[in-house]
């Protein structure tokens, strides 16, 4: 069985494409189409478009995550994988107002078909593409992260497989999507095997020529604590904008309809905390995460 190791761009997945070489190595990459947001290096943009085949304007994530996977790629020296999907902006499409507007739905804690639209959507996709046979998938969980393992596990079938749902045509008529499930990956999980924590991959990177972000997954992931989103805010403005346009367009056809069940992204931005926040008042567990 092939194994690949799923990038996310964060050190954890990171150390795992460091310490246990695979036969492929693949990061999937979340786009939006806000020139406001618009990546700053075009060299490097160009770059990323020639590694993806698809138009690259900007990243939902920070911008930082685009310097991670080529640094780990010269680290590791094996090649990463680029893969990606539909833009953010098309994934919330859904069809048209009654006034010919688009129609925004927003993806939240309760439906979170971001994730798999825009993270295993591409990667199924590549491989289905590429390889066809199942393959085992290295997931970036640490040795305290049993639980997360077990849900993970707890939905693979009988032969311990995970199954992901796709298109495979239309109906005769031609008016319905006709779906296969195929078992695809094996997940397993070396860094709980072998009892690493955060704090060893933390100490593993930090003399290696490799940037990170302070945070990763989306600027305005549903996941974060409000605070943390506040920091977000303050770190990218424009790309934070986005979210709370993309709300706003949202609430036009579905009233109810936010990113985050607690608050509203508007009110975020114009929350003013009593305190400086700091870099150190947040930890891993905050950042919110793609449940990959």
Not at 64 to 73: A, V
Not at 152 to 165: A, T
Not at 204 to 216: H, L, M, T
Not at 223 to 245: C, G, Y
């Amino acid at each position: 069985m092939k194994t690949a190791n799923s990038l996310s761009g964060g050190k954890t997945s990171s150390y795992i494409a460091a310490n246990y070489p695979a036969d492929y190595d693949v990061f999937s990459l979340v786009r939006i189409e806000d020139e406001n947001c618009r990546f700053k290096d075009d060299t490097i943009r160009k770059h990323v478009e020639d590694r993806i085949q698809a138009p690259f304007i900007a990243t939902a994530e920070d911008d930082t995550i685009i310097y991670t996977m080529l640094d780990l790629e010269q680290y590791i020296g094996r090649p990463i994988t680029w893969v990606t999907g539909k833009t953010f902006d098309d994934v919330i499409k859904r069809g048209k107002r009654d006034n010919g507007d688009v129609a925004v739905y927003l993806p939240n804690p309760t439906m979170r078909f971001c994730t798999t639209e825009m993270k295993l959507q591409p990667i199924f996709d590549w491989w289905k593409k590429e390889l066809t046979e199942p393959i085992e998938m290295r997931i970036g969980f640490r040795a305290n992260e049993q639980k997360r393992a077990k849900t993970m596990l707890e939905k693979c079938n009988e032969n311990g497989l995970q199954e992901f749902k796709s298109i495979v045509g239309k109906s005769k008529n031609g008016n319905r999507n006709k779906w296969k499930s195929f078992a695809w990956q094996k997940p397993t999980f070396p860094l709980i095997n072998d009892a690493i924590f955060k704090d060893n991959v933390e100490e593993y990177w930090k003399d290696k020529p490799v940037r990170f972000a302070f945070a990763n997954n989306c600027i305005g992931c549903f996941h974060r604590e409000v605070a943390l989103l506040k920091k977000m805010q303050q770190l990218h403005p424009k790309k934070f904008d986005w979210f709370i346009r993309k709300e706003e367009e949202s609430r036009k056809t579905y009233n109810d309809r936010s990113w985050n069940l607690k608050i509203d992204y508007q009110k975020i931005k114009d929350w003013s905390p009593q305190f400086e926040l700091f870099d150190d008042d947040f930890n891993e567990c905050d950042s919110g995460y793609c449940g990959l």
